[in-house]
Structures are given as structure tokens and as C-alpha cells.
């Protein structure tokens, strides 16, 4: 069990830090990291969930801290109804991160941005993509995906793994998943678009020339559990050489442990710091 978090951080150079007021009437608050040195693309980083704006197990700063020492600059936020935010009855995530490039734009010359974050920041991210041109890169940690043949096809081979004695208890557990009648509903709890609609905007956003880092979780298991799954989701366009897909089985949702932060801090900030340099495809 890891219960310490990071037990020796890396300094945080107060001056490279400021708060950025924005939305109706201030209400709305992030720091923006990188300030001095950074220049270019800037990654955005909006809560997710109920999690405040530093991230689960403060991976949002770990990112941040990471990212200024190479020169880019984060911006992470707490959207309307999360950590410091209120609730905002006209504004929601989506509304609340184009304002937030709108200030940061005319305040510190931000103009190129990279979106996304863990499970509901991944879904602003994919919302706000597809609105605003802005938008040149994505970060998506266990985002949208359809479960499907290939999600079906890794639950029965680990239903053939299991001792014959789980078996029973298994089948009466996940009966309805295997028949499908308890299938990923995008409305109940993500903001996800169809399965139609998504292939169609995933199109759209490659051939905008949007690079996408995409990472599933071994804690998505109930909706993602085999590398096929996404190219069943999105088509052809998923094999660009300007998307990257990994599935990781053995990291946790949250990446709770420290070694799978440490892994996850490095693929992001690898990424991001190929993104900066036009090293990407």
C-alpha cells in the first residue's frame, strides 16, 4: 500500500505560479504554472470528477512542476460546482474552459492549447476539441470508448482463465454484461456523444491535425479490455501516426501508486515535450 504521497516534491518556484481569475465575474479560478519560461503550447488541465483542481494524489501538479522545468506551461482549474468553484447554472465544464483560454489568451498570450485529464476532464477535453479551434492536442485518460466485440471477446477469455470453482459465480454476475444488456450507457454519467457521432468527430479532429495521447486504465475494466477496442470505436483514423494509444492493465484509475504516477508523469511529459518541439507526427 502506498499511503505516503511524494515524500520528497520537487521545489515549487512560487514565481513561475499565478492565479488566473475568469468566467462570470471572476468566479471562476486556476493556477497557471510555467509562467516565466513558458511559451507556446499550454496544457490544460480541469478537474475531474469531485477531485479539486491538483488532481488525484496531486498528479496535476506533479505534471505541472514536471512541465515548467522543460518550458511549457499547465493551467489547472477547478470547473463550476467543483473544489473552490461554484455552482454555475449557465455555465458548465465546457463553457468554463473556453473562458478560461479567452483570459489566459489576453492576459499571457496563450493561443495553443493541449485539454484533457483523467475520466470527465478527458470528456471536457474531447467537448471542448471539438469546439475550438484552439484546441491542438488531447489528453485522454480512460475517455470515451465503446465496449463491443473485442470488449466482449477479453471478458470471456477471462472468464476461460478462472478455476472452474469461479466460473458459476462469475456467470451470475456477469450474464447481463456478456449478453450486453448491461452495456456502457454514455448518458448515464458521461457526456459522451454516439458511437457514430464519435467516430465522426474523432475524423474530424485528425484531420484538423488535433495529436491525441490516449491511455486506458486497468481500472476501466468495465469499459475498456483489449487494444482492439479502439480502433473498433474510432476506425481507420485511429491508426494516424498522430494518435497514441496505450492500454496499461496494471495501473489503476487514479493511479494511486506512486510508480504508476511517476510512469504516467513521464508518457504525458514525454509527450508534451515532443508536442512543444513539432517532434510529434
Known amino acids: ?4 504521497l511524494d515524500a520528497s516534491p520537487a521545489e515549487v518556484d512560487m514565481e513561475q505560479e499565478v492565479l488566473v ?8 479560478a486556476g493556477v497557471l504554472s510555467g509562467v516565466s519560461s513558458g511559451t507556446g503550447l499550454t496544457l490544460l488541465l480541469p478537474s475531474a470528477g469531485l477531485q479539486p483542481r491538483a488532481g488525484p494524489f ?5 505534471l505541472a512542476q514536471r512541465l515548467a522545468a522543460n518550458g511549457i506551461r499547465t493551467f489547472r482549474y477547478d470547473v463550476p460546482g467543483v ?3 461554484p455552482r454555475m447554472p449557465a455555465c458548465d465544464a465546457t463553457l468554463a474552459t473556453v473562458a478560461a483560454m479567452d483570459q489566459l489568451e489576453a492576459m499571457h498570450g496563450c493561443r495553443d492549447f493541449a485539454i484533457g485529464g483523467i475520466c470527465s476532464a478527458a470528456d471536457t477535453g474531447w467537448d471542448v476539441a471539438n469546439l475550438d ?8 485518460l480512460d475517455g470515451i470508448c465503446f465496449t463491443g466485440p473485442w470488449h466482449r471477446y477479453a471478458r470471456i477469455l477471462g472468464l476461460m482463465r478462472r478455476m472452474p470453482n469461479e466460473w458459476r459465480h462469475f456467470a ?9 444488456t448491461a452495456s456502457l450507457d454514455p448518458d448515464s454519467f458521461r457526456t459522451w456523444p454516439s458511437h457514430a457521432q464519435a467516430r465522426e468527430q474523432f475524423a474530424q479532429l485528425v484531420a484538423r491535425d488535433v495529436r491525441m495521447l490516449w ?6 475494466a468495465e469499459h475498456f479490455l483489449h487494444p482492439r477496442q479502439f480502433g473498433w470505436s474510432f476506425g481507420p483514423p485511429a491508426n494516424d501516426a498522430r494518435v497514441t494509444m ?3 492493465p496494471d495501473c489503476d484509475h487514479t493511479y494511486f501508486g506512486r510508480a504508476q504516477r511517476d510512469r504516467l508523469v513521464e508518457a504525458v511529459a514525454g509527450w508534451m515535450v515532443a508536442l512543444a518541439a513539432k517532434k510529434v507526427p
Open 215 to 220: 491511455i486506458f486504465s486497468g481500472g476501466y
Open 1 to 4: 500500500m502506498n499511503a505516503v
Open 83 to 85: 473544489g473552490e468553484a
Open 133 to 140: 479551434p484552439r484546441v491542438s492536442a488531447l489528453l485522454l
Open 58 to 62: 496531486r498528479l496535476h501538479v506533479l
Open 246 to 248: 496505450h492500454y496499461w
Open 21 to 28: 481569475r475568469f468566467g462570470s465575474g471572476g468566479q471562476l
Open 172 to 180: 451470475r454476475k456477469a450474464t447481463g454484461r456478456l449478453r450486453g
